[in-house]
């Protein structure tokens, strides 16, 4: 049997996607290609349970012939928009789509009305599959880093070594998914160990104000206990490293502290604790750190109670209301304690 699976972006959801390839591999043993944007070709590429990989820069016509000669039995479409439904159109192959609940999550959204099933999305990504006999394996996510993109610690910076470091990821790709600085300020100046910033170029200079923020404030002690802050022991690396480097110091690390974004998933694929904060999205999306049955290593934050929230199901470049109190209000002090 030889099956496309469909998910075009982003980080997350591909790593989110890692379980219905391998019960397609393991559980049926069939033939399991993936089509993608170029971007995010690399995550699928190292995954052994993929046996081939397709990608296109902007239009799904680039590879539609190389498609249609592939004669595929069964397109799975994880991705169920436009785009994709002209994939299954072309192809002309049987095909199941998974079920974006899109209605359940405008009625949240604009009515505050919450009618979603409290169902992750990987298990909703599971069902697109269930016609074939495949079932969810109850081992968590994926992500395969090539063994030359394996980051050595102590090369970065001689004061790291595994498991002794916070990796404080700073990105998400709506500023409403983030926390002001401020706030990161706040929570940096109470982690007692070594912090590694992760992002883009798009986070750098973020990250050089926090680091020379967080530096400042090195000698200054800490309110609640003689010890002071460590924060001298900022890494910044910020816009340094690829996707596959930057997942390296997340599976080395002792905790990771993330905003709703993509490295939160593969903190989870590699089983580390995650303190998940939240600001306009709602774990109730079902797209929060998902770990192996019997383990749940996500402490959240978020403020609740908020009559404005969420107020989209991705993001704002700016708060719709003016307050930003879903971020402003974040409790830094308990955020930090988890760390």
Not at 231 to 255: D, E, K, M
Not at 286 to 308: H, I, N, Q, T
Request: net charge neutral; glycine share 6%; aromatic share 8%.
């Amino acid at each position: 049997m030889k099956i496309l699976v469909l998910r075009f972006s982003s980080i997350g959801d591909i790593v989110l996607s890692s379980p219905v390839v391998r019960g397609l591999k393991r559980q049926l043993g069939a033939e399991v290609h993936f089509l993608t944007k170029r971007a995010f070709a690399q995550i699928a590429a190292p995954n052994p349970h993929i046996d081939r990989v397709f990608s296109f820069e902007k239009e799904v016509t680039e590879v539609m012939e190389e498609l249609k000669a592939e004669r595929y039995d069964w397109v799975i479409d994880l991705h169920h928009n436009l785009r994709s439904q002209r994939v299954k159109w072309a192809l002309g192959c049987p095909s199941r789509s998974f079920d974006k609940l899109n209605l359940e999550k405008w009625l949240l959204v604009n009515m505050g009305m919450d009618h979603l099933p409290d169902v992750h999305i990987v298990h909703r990504y599971m069902a697109t599959v269930a016609h074939l006999g495949v079932q969810y394996d109850g081992q968590g996510l994926d992500y395969f880093i090539p063994p030359d993109q394996e980051l050595n610690l102590t090369d970065l910076d001689s004061r790291l070594f595994k498991g002794n470091y916070v990796a404080f990821v700073l990105g998400a790709t709506y500023a409403t998914k983030r926390l002001p600085l401020e706030k990161m300020v706040e929570i940096g100046a109470r982690i007692c160990r070594p912090i590694v910033l992760l992002g883009g170029k798009a986070e750098a200079p973020v990250a050089q104000t926090l680091q020379e923020k967080l530096a400042a404030l090195s000698a200054v002690q800490r309110p609640e206990s003689d010890v002071l802050s460590p924060t001298s022991s900022i890494i910044n690396t910020c816009g340094q490293l690829n996707l596959h480097q930057s997942a390296s110091l997340v599976r080395q690390a002792a905790q990771v502290l993330t905003h709703d974004t993509g490295l939160m998933h593969i903190a989870a694929a590699f089983r580390k604790p995650v303190v998940s904060v939240w600001g306009n999205t709602v774990p109730q999306f079902g797209m929060y750190p998902f770990y192996p049955d019997g383990l749940d290593l996500d402490s959240r934050a978020e403020v609740k109670g908020l009559s404005c929230r969420p107020c989209s199901k991705i993001g704002y470049d700016r708060c719709p209301k003016g307050h930003f109190r879903c971020m402003q209000e974040q409790d830094v002090e308990r955020i930090a304690a988890l760390l």
